[in-house]
């Protein structure tokens, strides 16, 4: 439905330059001719008054689609057509009198187009012409009124001219309004209709029904004017069927159909609408049957076209609500998956912080006694120390023998102290990681920190810690920072231990593998940053021994470890994971192929 307002400034049609307005004029002012000469056909002897006036209809559709200014087109047509029609066969009238009664008619015929398009303007208010019953009514309306005009102009011009009598001023007056509102209901929905609404595509038992309806019309008609039966309101069915089932398209055309069957079979004396009283009783007859049926028809096909379109418009409303519905389905079962895993994080976390209470409460309780023994270990070395040393002034003292047997009984006794001590320091570490582990404290403050600073310090940190300790190990670093991430919100301290945790078992693969390929393996390391909507990632990647499938999934669980005894205590990833996911609410992962490759993904929430 075009629901667009009538623009007077600007119609559908209206082209820009001169040499196509004229022609444009030309072949409208030709329409109206040829039509109305076929009018002509049917007019009352000597008055140039017909049953149904085609131009009428043509000169409204014409000022539709092209809007006033096709005014010359229709007044030339007018005054062509009527000068024709005076003069055709013998014309008892003068040259003058022909002339300045078609001159008037023409003016009537411009004003009445104008009329109609002021009031179609002015009443309906979309360009749907027919889209609705109160339009067609509406339109019924605009061409009673408007059609007013030319009758009254033509008729008093035919009066004072001296064409007719003032005695047939009422009949005349009557047939030409009739007939030009039969024309303008008939002919300006079909050109509207045919030239303006797109013609439907049609399925072939469409096609067929529609191909039997024209040949049951036509084989009616033949019928009823052959035989002289005056039963012509057996073809309203006819045009129900072309209006319900065919809507405007097929309404117009069997509404034409239909008027001119009647008007054929009227004038050539089916005796449809014959009247002994008179023939204009008898043309009022047949105009009101045009007229009323027309509007019947129009009126019929707009229901129908409305209902379609509500049809349409509900179907579409359900197919947005089955749509609305999915996606809130949907939402919901994401919601729900969301749920379940945030329930199975609650529950990771619960066992966990019981795992972390019953840690730190073991590891408080045993950090006494280690903290004694480890004490009574380097104090039971000291005195050994001296012994040794006493032994050593007072060597004159003893048999050689004696001191030999003393010396290794302390030598042992020293040994075994120096070995608690250094377990004793190492159960030590582990309780102290089971205590940092056990009191990760996600209230620490945030800071705006530069992430990529913070990275090359950790590397370079960890790098030094590890030359340290082993002067021989060497490492290729590939860094690719985004230089878009400037600062986030962080916890410094905690984020650092992570990174340098990740590159100490970094640096403990690439060692473990230079020793197995010896000189040809060269180790390398890539830290990569990268900033993705509100996400920031970090990548670290090395060329490693990488880790077994089977590892990779015990590989965050608390005192798991790959490394020797006393290499390692199995929490540093363990604390990793809480340090990132719980602390910072990002994500940690790890993927590792055998013998190839290890890359650890770190994944933050870009606060700020």
């Not at 590892?551 to 994971?577: A, H, N, R, V």
Request: aromatic share 10%.
């Amino acid at each position: 439905m075009d629901t667009r307002p009538w623009i007077p400034s600007k119609w559908l049609y209206w082209p820009s330059s001169h040499s196509k307005q004229l022609l444009l004029i030309f072949f409208v002012a030709l329409a109206y001719y040829i039509t109305g000469s076929l009018g002509l056909l049917l007019a009352i002897p000597n008055t140039n008054v017909t049953t149904v006036w085609p131009p009428s209809g043509i000169a409204l559709a014409a000022g539709l689609f092209y809007g006033p200014a096709i005014w010359p087109a229709v007044f030339i047509g007018s005054l062509i057509n009527n000068i024709i029609g005076f003069f055709a066969g013998s014309s008892p009238f003068t040259f003058q009198q022909i002339v300045g009664v078609s001159f008037f008619i023409g003016v009537g015929s411009v004003l009445q187009m104008l009329t109609g398009l002021k009031g179609i303007r002015l009443l309906i208010k979309s360009r749907d012409l027919l889209g609705s019953a109160l339009n067609i009514f509406k339109f019924l309306f605009v061409a009673i009124t408007s059609c007013l005009v030319n009758s009254t102009i033509g008729s008093l011009s035919l009066a004072i001219g001296g064409i007719i009598t003032w005695d047939a001023f009422t009949g005349i007056f009557w047939n030409w309004w009739l007939g030009d509102i039969a024309g303008v209901v008939v002919f300006t929905p079909l050109i509207w209709t045919w030239f303006k609404e797109p013609l439907p595509i049609l399925p072939f038992n469409k096609i067929l029904e529609g191909i039997t309806l024209l040949i049951c019309l036509l084989i009616t008609a033949i019928l009823l004017i052959i035989s002289k039966i005056p039963f012509i309101y057996v073809l309203i069915p006819f045009m129900v069927w072309g209006g319900v089932r065919f809507s405007h398209h097929g309404a117009t055309l069997l509404v034409m159909l239909t008027s001119l069957i009647a008007i054929l079979g009227t004038e050539r004396g089916s005796i449809f609408f014959l009247r002994e009283e008179s023939l204009n009783t008898s043309l009022i007859f047949l105009q009101s049957f045009v007229g009323i049926t027309t509007v019947m028809t129009l009126a019929l096909g707009a229901v129908v076209q409305e209902r379609m379109a509500a049809f349409a418009k509900l179907k579409n409303i359900n197919q947005n609500l089955e749509n609305k519905v999915k996606e809130r389905t949907h939402e919901i079962q994401l919601a729900l998956e969301k749920l379940k895993e945030m329930q199975q994080q609650i529950i990771v976390q619960q066992k966990l912080a019981s795992l972390g209470e019953l840690t730190a409460g073991i590891a408080h309780e045993i950090k006494n006694p280690l903290n004694l023994i480890n004490n009574f270990a380097e104090l039971s070395i000291k005195q050994i120390n001296k012994l040794n040393d006493f032994f050593e002034t007072s060597r004159n003292r003893y048999q050689v023998e004696e001191i030999g047997t003393l010396k290794k009984i302390l030598d042992v006794i020293s040994s075994n102290n120096s070995k608690i001590h250094q377990y004793g320091q190492r159960a030590d570490n582990i309780v102290n990681a089971m205590l940092s582990h056990a009191h990760v404290d996600n209230k620490q403050s945030f800071q705006l920190t530069d992430l990529n600073i913070l990275l090359k310090e950790c590397q370079k940190l960890a790098y030094e810690s590890k030359q340290g300790k082993d002067p021989t190990f060497k490492v290729s670093f590939e860094d690719t920072f985004d230089p878009a991430i400037k600062k986030i919100d962080l916890v410094p301290q905690e984020f650092s231990r992570v990174i340098i945790n990740i590159l100490d078992n970094t640096f403990y693969a690439l060692d473990k593998k230079k020793k197995l390929l010896g000189k040809d393996f060269i180790p390398k390391i890539s830290m990569t940053t990268r900033q993705m909507n509100n996400e920031i990632s970090i990548i670290i990647k090395d060329n490693g021994t990488g880790i077994p499938a089977e590892t990779l999934k015990k590989i965050f669980t608390p005192f798991f470890t790959t490394k020797p005894p006393g290499e390692g205590t199995g929490l540093g990833l363990s604390l990793s994971y809480d340090i990132i996911v719980s602390m910072h609410h990002g994500k940690l992962e790890i993927n590792s192929v055998e013998n190839e490759w290890t890359e650890v993904i770190i994944i933050l929430p870009f606060l700020k």
